[in-house]
């Protein structure tokens, strides 16, 4: 069996971490891999924040996490703190964690929620041991003893995009990974069955492939420019199709998650990272100008900026194909949701796992490719959902921005949840995929959905045994949460592991 | 017009209705809300079930063991036999480890297209054990290599009095009768079910386990070509099989369940009832007698839950056979109902997710069920049929997708995971085009002796395993 060719168009963290998984997961004899990218040629690099599954990608790859923190500058990250958006001047995190613990045999909700309606329990916040680390500016890995409240939480990083494609770079090329420097002028396409038979460079060199990865983020050179894949557009759902980005300084300890605070335009993200804070403004362009927009950033820095803002232009949507032919588009070129749920880099780490899971041969077996595809387009909707509802359910600005997004028609999808949710405190569990019930819980609650009932099994709870077991709950939080470390003292630690 | 749900009525015969009865008693008893079950005589001859049912049976107090010891057999899978190509288990349980970021199932694939002579279900510990008429529960060893579950065999009569116990202490009433007519109320919802007896329970809500005058008959087919079934009863085997059998006949399938004093068997086929008797003897190889014949039109009923008449179990599958217990459709049912019970009568909150997730779950045990009939290799025509039909879409995908590299694509709401599936797939005979590369990392030596190390794990486990008859014989 020949090794199959795997062509990989454009650096950034798409490409390195395509690169760095097909090097390091699939003997030589499966493939050999090339990457291609152009030092001429930024990377967005906007997906600082992750979500815990990057971990899993690290482990599987044999990545040391001092050794990884240390070099991308990473913070460890709890939850995202949304402010502003149920109400005015309110503020909830939703954690990578859960509530309380099961009451009666029923999700903990459920009790919540009678309690709520009793008077005698507390929003959700103080039944979660992740969100108290958060606001305490608290951090440790979770325990192992499923029986200790601190172990209902999982934690993601926060670090610097260049430096984390950098960070893959170094570990792919270590792995045997051949990079070429060039930037690709021309694309030859096979004249019987379309699929793409190399790239030509600007030097002149032609790179055959097999298989060819497109990472070359907005430009889609491969999916879009020479295969046209249809887009999906969501701009209606999604509307914001604008970004300013820039970093600042940091002032005072660093917060162990990431922050979005919705603004008349849109919204505003801050990303403390060990050497500096990572901030941008999304906003929909109809509204207000760029310039407006780096004015509104820059006047709500929460340090001195560090450089000139830098304007990103994007539109929601998907690939319907993402792959199509012998080309597997991963990151920006298949499909771009914003970063308010810091999915980016989970969509295409989920592009390169199940790339591996399905791995073809050449030609592609279509039955390879249907499932792909099937799958991502799974992964792109449920995150699709969740974005749309933190957009729907708020009541604050009175922008065409924000009342269009109130009014909208929502995918009947989300809109079923939604309903499913306040008739019954239920949320259903997926079997694979974003978002857990705790995710979407925390965004209901934080955003003023609430249930108007709750499962009869808590019912023959007493009021008095009720209030008991939720403060129980509380104080376990509470107690447990004195003996973290801080999260500064928790880098510190980390820093020394990898010196 | 509101009414607050305070009375539920529980209709049904066999073991469905009670396990209803007896989940609802316990999770809505400090709701207020008083329970009466109402049985329709017809109580199966036995009743196969899956692992998850043991803790639902924990949760309501029945002893699974006792019942087991009294008059039933643990089930560690099922054999599929005579499907054309060679026997094979599917068991309750896996197959073995991944190797790193290798999968057992691609490992598998590798070694077999390298030469080893070894099936798939060679390498679980349960398909192994059964075979030797064996039986074990799981413990450390056996859980670092694999879940080993089981399922029980149950004596239909036994285990309807063992429910018919908890239920009645759980505080449930109990009515004998069929229900012949159901009397609304102006809005339309069920208020009084009329028993043949001329009894009258006035009513909230009604939960069904059988056709009632008040359902809606939408049903979507299932394309099995099954329409007749036929239930019969022999003599136990000497060396008590922990497995039930799935054997394929020349236009049917007999399920063949060994219990500790009896053997059942549910025979479903199609054509005339003539020589079914004798194809089941044949199938079971043992003299049988012959308890029930009736008609079979396998398919999902279109809503379970419509207004207050709340349908399930066999009131919205009918899908028979041992691997695919109706039973496990009315424990999933539950606990969704127990978390999505209306307070009020009228009230559907809870209807279009309590419907959307119970035919998907249907659906996908369908699938199941389906595939080996359809991945069969007989010659007959009916089977030639099955082989070459149209197949629900999911189904389809699942199974091309295996012939192409031997992963497992799993939709919401399925029963059976992976391991269920590569075993239906590989004792089908299913090659795998191609495996991913993740499991070409290992050297063919390390990996050959891999697998030679997990079969002797299997062999010194299975031979230190006590005969399942001696499971059965009560503690000292």
């Given at each position: 069996m020949t090794p199959l060719r795997v062509v990989i168009v454009g650096g950034g963290s798409s490409g390195w971490m395509a690169a760095a998984a097909f090097t390091c997961l699939l003997p030589p004899s499966a493939c050999t891999v090339r990457l291609i990218e152009s030092d001429e040629i930024g990377i967005v690099g906007v997906g600082e924040a992750t979500l815990p599954h990057v971990r899993y990608f690290f482990e599987r790859l044999g990545i040391d996490e001092p050794a990884f923190v240390a070099a991308t500058e990473a913070t460890m990250k709890l939850g995202i703190e949304f402010v502003g958006w149920g109400a005015p001047g309110d503020s909830y995190i939703h954690p990578f964690g859960g509530y309380g613990r099961p009451i009666a045999g029923a999700e903990f909700q459920h009790a919540w929620a009678r309690g709520r309606r009793l008077g005698i329990a507390k929003r959700l916040e103080p039944y979660s041991f992740a969100v108290a680390a958060a606001r305490a500016g608290r951090f440790a890995r979770p325990s192992p003893d499923r029986s200790d409240i601190r172990s209902t939480f999982d934690y993601a990083y926060q670090f610097d995009a260049t430096l984390y494609a950098r960070f893959l770079r170094a570990h792919a090329e270590g792995h045997g990974l051949r990079r070429t420097e060039g930037r690709v002028v021309a694309v030859t396409r096979d004249a019987t069955s379309g699929d793409i038979a190399s790239v030509t460079l600007a030097s002149g060199e032609v790179v055959a492939g097999d298989l060819f990865i497109d990472c070359s983020g907005f430009r889609a050179l491969l999916i879009g420019e020479t295969l046209a894949s249809p887009w999906q557009d969501w701009t209606h759902l999604l509307p914001c199709d604008r970004a300013m980005a820039v970093p600042c300084a940091n002032t005072g300890p660093l917060h162990p998650y990431t922050k979005a605070t919705a603004r008349a335009a849109g919204w505003q993200w801050t990303i403390p990272l060990q050497h500096r804070t990572g901030n941008g403004y999304v906003y929909s362009s109809a509204l207000i100008s760029d310039d407006a927009a780096a004015a509104t950033l820059l006047a709500n820095l929460?340090?001195?900026?560090?450089a000139e803002p830098r304007p990103l232009r994007f539109r929601s949507g998907r690939r319907t194909a993402s792959w199509t032919g012998n080309c597997v588009a991963v990151g920006l070129a298949s499909g771009f949701l914003e970063p308010l749920e810091s999915t980016s880099l989970y969509l295409a780490q989920i592009a390169v796992t199940t790339l591996l899971d399905l791995w073809p041969g050449s030609p592609v077996d279509p039955r390879l490719r249907a499932e792909f595809n099937r799958r991502i387009d799974r992964e792109y909707d449920r995150v699709r959902d969740f974005l749309v509802l933190h957009y729907h359910a708020t009541s604050g600005y009175d922008t065409d921005l924000w009342r269009h997004v109130r009014t909208m028609t929502l995918p009947d999808s989300l809109a079923e949840k939604i309903e499913l949710f306040r008739a019954t405190a239920h949320v259903t569990r997926y079997h694979?995929?974003?978002?857990a019930p705790e995710s979407w819980l925390a965004v209901f609650e934080g955003q003023g959905i609430v249930p108007t009932n709750h499962s009869r099994i808590v019912d023959g709870l007493e009021p008095d045994a009720l209030a008991r077991r939720l403060g129980e709950i509380e104080r376990e939080v509470a107690t447990a949460l004195t003996t973290l470390p801080s999260h500064d003292d928790h880098l510190r630690g980390l820093r020394a592991a990898a010196a | 017009m509101s009414r607050a749900v305070t009375r539920v009525a529980v209709v049904g015969a066999g073991p469905a209705p009670w396990l209803a009865a007896a989940v609802l008693a316990g999770s809505l008893a400090g709701s207020g809300v008083a329970i009466t079950v109402i049985t329709i005589p017809g109580v199966p001859t036995a009743v196969a079930t899956l692992p998850p049912l043991a803790g639902l049976h924990r949760r309501i107090g029945v002893d699974s063991d006792r019942l087991v010891r009294a008059a039933g057999a643990y089930s560690l899978g099922v054999q599929f036999v005579g499907f054309g190509g060679n026997d094979f288990f599917v068991p309750f349980g896996g197959h073995g480890p991944a190797i790193g970021d290798a999968p057992f199932a691609a490992l598998y694939s590798r070694a077999r297209d390298a030469?080893?002579?070894?099936?798939?279900?060679?390498?679980s510990l349960n398909a192994a054990a059964a075979k030797q008429g064996r039986f074990f529960v799981a413990d450390a060893a056996s859980t670092a290599y694999a879940l080993c579950d089981h399922g029980f065999h149950l004596h239909g009569a036994a285990y309807v009095a063992a429910l018919e116990a908890v239920t009645r202490r759980a505080g449930a009433a109990v009515v004998a009768g069929t229900p012949v007519v159901a009397e609304r109320d102006a809005a339309g919802l069920v208020a009084r079910l009329v028993l043949d007896t001329g009894a009258v329970i006035e009513t909230d809500v009604v939960i069904t386990c059988t056709d009632l005058p008040a359902l809606s008959d939408t049903w979507t087919r299932w394309p099995i070509p099954f329409d007749r079934r036929l239930i019969a009863v022999g003599a136990a085997l000497d060396r008590l099989p922990a497995f039930g059998r799935s054997v394929a006949t020349a236009r049917g399938v007999a399920d063949i369940l060994p219990l500790v004093d009896a053997t059942a068997v549910d025979y479903r086929f199609a054509?005339?009832?003539?020589a079914a008797l004798a194809e089941a003897t044949a199938a079971a190889g043992m003299r049988l007698r012959v308890v029930a014949r009736d008609a079979l039109a396998p398919g999902r009923r279109?809503?379970?839950?419509?207004g207050n008449v709340i349908a399930i179990g066999e009131a919205v599958v009918r899908l028979d056979g041992v691997a695919t217990p109706v039973l496990h459709m009315v424990q999933l049912a539950l606990a969704l109902l127990v978390t999505?019970?209306?307070?009020?009568?009228?009230?559907?909150?809870?209807a279009r997710e309590f419907n959307r997730r119970t035919a998907l779950a249907a659906d996908r045990l369908c699938d199941f069920h389906l595939a080996p009939l359809c991945l069969n290799r007989r010659a007959e025509p009916i089977w030639a049929a099955l082989r070459t039909g149209e197949l629900p879409t999911l189904l389809r995908d699942k199974l091309d997708l295996f012939a192409a590299n031997g992963e497992v694509a799993l939709a919401s709401d399925e029963t059976f995971l992976h391991d269920s599936w590569q075993a239906v797939c590989f004792g089908s005979g299913m090659v795998p085009a191609r495996t991913t590369p993740l499991a070409d990392r290992l050297r063919d030596a390390e990996l050959a002796a891999e697998l030679q190390r997990r079969l002797r794990f299997i062999r010194e486990q299975v031979g230190a395993m006590p005969e399942h008859r001696a499971w059965l014989t009560p503690p000292r």
């Open positions: 929460p340090g001195p900026a560090l694979d995929g974003l978002f | 030469g080893l002579r070894v099936a798939f279900e060679d390498f054509g005339a009832d003539d279109a809503n379970s839950w419509v999505l019970f209306p307070r009020d009568a009228g009230e559907q909150a809870g």
